[in-house]
């Protein structure tokens, strides 16, 4: 495995993930919040970061219907992101994780019925939250 730097641009990372854990975001939020904080960041900087993140389970990635790009979520206490479903308020933006036993009947069911066994890294369910309901 890689040594990993403890590079500005990582801790400044870190910091967005860590305060941004229940949002959705863009590479170009994360560039954008990198280059008002520290000099010298560029989009490859930013790219490369996310996809050692992804590779390592700290981060999320997943298309939204209506928008064109990627966007990503910080996994904060979660790690390995393909193992559970995702739900996005379409109001608020909140992402959640859906780790009981309804994903588990629910995979079960979808291979029993339709015989696709469900990507969790790329399933995301959209709807309102309780709180925006």
């Known amino acids: ?51 050692r993140l992804c590779e390592q389970g700290i981060i999320y990635k997943y298309r939204e219907p209506e928008h064109e790009g990627w966007f990503y979520q910080y996994s904060a206490e979660h790690t390995h992101c393909n193992t559970h479903m995702h739900g996005k308020c379409s109001k608020c933006g909140k992402l959640f994780h859906i780790e009981d036993d309804f994903v588990n009947e629910f995979e079960k069911n979808v291979m029993e019925n339709y015989g696709l066994k469900i990507d969790f890294g790329k399933t995301l369910i959209i709807g309102i939250c309780k709180a925006c309901s």
């Open 1 to 51: 495995m890689k040594t990993e730097y403890k590079t500005k641009a990582r801790t400044v990372l870190f910091e967005f993930l860590q305060e941004n854990p229940d949002r959705g975001f863009t590479a170009i939020d994360l560039l954008t919040y990198l280059q008002l904080n520290i000099e010298g960041v560029n989009k490859t900087t930013v790219y490369r970061n996310l996809d």
